[in-house]
């Protein structure tokens, strides 16, 4: 599951993401339990206007945008600490939708992954008062 940084930006800019958009987004790795001992992985891309995920395919390659959520849509996001292995992150959505993602601190063949996580963390993208 490794590629480089800039294979995401022309994966964006290939899937009509704005050029000064694709330069200053943040992308991470992460998973979500599909079964009950099942896991997808995909790659949460953090923008000015919106989160995009994208899903990464067995062969870790990037497949499909299969979500799109503009900023007017996420009232805010939540990096929760856990032991040893990362975060748990929640998106709380405006319709009171709440989705969650499991992100590892550090991520073997990606190592632009964790300056990515850092740079999430101490951003305040969409987060609106309650």
Same mark, same amino acid.
């Given at each position: 599951?490794?590629?480089?940084?800039?294979?995401?930006?022309?994966?964006?800019? =290939?899937?009509g993401? =704005? %050029? $000064?958009?694709?330069?200053?987004?943040?992308?991470?790795?992460?998973t979500?339990?599909?079964?009950? $001992?099942?896991?997808?992985n995909?790659?949460?891309?953090?923008?000015?206007?919106?989160?995009?995920?994208?899903s990464?395919?067995?062969? !870790?390659?990037? &497949?499909?945008?299969?979500?799109?959520?503009?900023?007017e849509?996420?009232k $805010?996001?939540?990096?929760k600490?856990r032991?040893?292995? &990362?975060?748990?992150?929640?998106l709380?959505?405006? =319709? !009171?939708?709440?989705i969650?993602?499991?992100?590892?601190?550090?991520?073997? !063949? %990606? !190592?632009?992954?964790?300056?990515?996580?850092? $740079?999430?963390?101490e951003?305040?993208?969409y987060?609106?008062?309650?």
């Open positions: 599951m490794g590629f480089k940084f800039e294979a995401i930006k022309a994966y964006l800019i =290939d899937h993401l =704005d %050029a $000064s958009l694709a330069e200053t987004m943040h992308a991470i790795y992460a979500r339990r599909i079964g009950k $001992s099942t896991f997808a995909f790659l949460i891309v953090f923008t000015e206007t919106e989160v995009l995920i994208i990464i395919t067995l062969l !870790g390659k990037l &497949g499909d945008i299969i979500a799109k959520f503009p900023e849509t996420i $805010s996001y939540q990096f600490k032991l040893f292995i &990362g975060y748990k992150l929640r709380f959505l405006t =319709d !009171g939708k709440e969650d993602f499991n992100v590892n601190k550090i991520l073997i !063949g %990606a !190592g632009w992954h964790n300056t990515e996580l850092q $740079s999430i963390l951003t305040n993208y987060n609106k008062n309650n």
